[in-house]
């Protein structure tokens, strides 16, 4: 299983903004579709964006287009969603997970885990 320590959610008012990072334990990213996935309560979870291998491969849910940015260090082995002008419906636990699936929309709309780990808490205030 892969284990990730999500982290860099808060407490924001409506309009502000967080960047998430998403680091993996125990193994490289170099070679892996890695996603954000985000879940409400009584609600799945969600993939937002996703990112390929290359920074040309990138692939963002309708709900945050244009507000949120997916990229990908991979000399220091992290992830980062950079989410801005930050909604009230934004407020969510936020997840990452990856996989070998070269599709970055793929990997938002199909990938699941029995194990989603804590991940981090973002919450939104209006």
């Known amino acids: 299983q892969f284990r990730f320590v999500e982290s860099g959610g808060g407490v924001v008012q409506s309009g502000e903004s967080l960047r998430l990072s998403c680091r993996p334990s125990?193994?490289?990213?170099?070679?892996?579709?890695v996603g954000w996935f985000r879940q409400v309560p009584g609600k799945e979870h969600e993939g937002i964006s996703c990112?390929?291998?290359?920074?040309?491969?990138?692939y963002y849910a309708d709900s945050v287009k244009g507000r949120f940015t997916i990229s990908r260090d991979n000399a220091r082995n992290t992830v980062y969603l950079q989410m801005n002008s930050l909604k009230p419906e934004d407020a969510a636990v936020y997840y990452c997970g990856a996989n070998i699936i070269g599709s970055a929309q793929m990997m938002c709309d199909m990938f699941t885990t029995d194990d989603w780990g804590p991940g981090t808490q973002v919450t939104v205030s209006s």
């Open positions: 990112i390929g291998t290359s920074e040309d491969r990138i």
């Open positions: 125990g193994f490289t990213l170099d070679h892996y579709t």
